[in-house]
């Protein structure tokens, strides 16, 4: 899993989520497994760490 450094960077990857953009611009974040959707970003930007969707 990854970590938080304390330094405004993540150490390794977030296993087993992505996240989209949904069309009111917030980035939305799913479990790859499921597809279910699991948090929406709202103060902008993508979540840190999670791979984006093509």
Do not use: C, W
Request: net charge positive; glycine share 14%.
């Amino acid at each position: 899993m990854a970590g938080n450094t304390g330094k405004n960077h993540r150490d390794g990857a977030v296993k087993n989520r992505t996240q989209f953009k949904a069309p009111n611009g917030n980035y939305v974040k799913r479990a790859a497994a499921t597809g279910r959707i699991m948090d929406l970003k709202t103060s902008g930007g993508e979540f840190k760490g999670v791979r984006t969707e093509k």
